[in-house]
């Protein structure tokens, strides 16, 4: 995941990406789902962004069945 932040958008293209990313290990027992997302620097700030992002996490994570 960490490489992916380092690639280039690409010509063309939104200045934003999402992708869904299964079999993620190292973040519970078994591997999970995530949703992977990275957008240009000047398409949010830091701050808001950040906030953003949590607000959509907790939704998320609100919305999840539980086992």
Known sequence: VGRRF???F???R???T????SGVTGLADEPRTVIFSRCHHSL???IRLFATSIVI???IEGSAPTT
């Open 6 to 8: 380092s690639d280039p």
């Open 10 to 12: 690409e010509d063309g």
């Open 14 to 16: 939104p200045l934003w």
């Open 18 to 21: 999402m992708e869904v990313i």
């Open 44 to 46: 949010a700030d830091g």
């Open 57 to 59: 996490a907790v939704a």
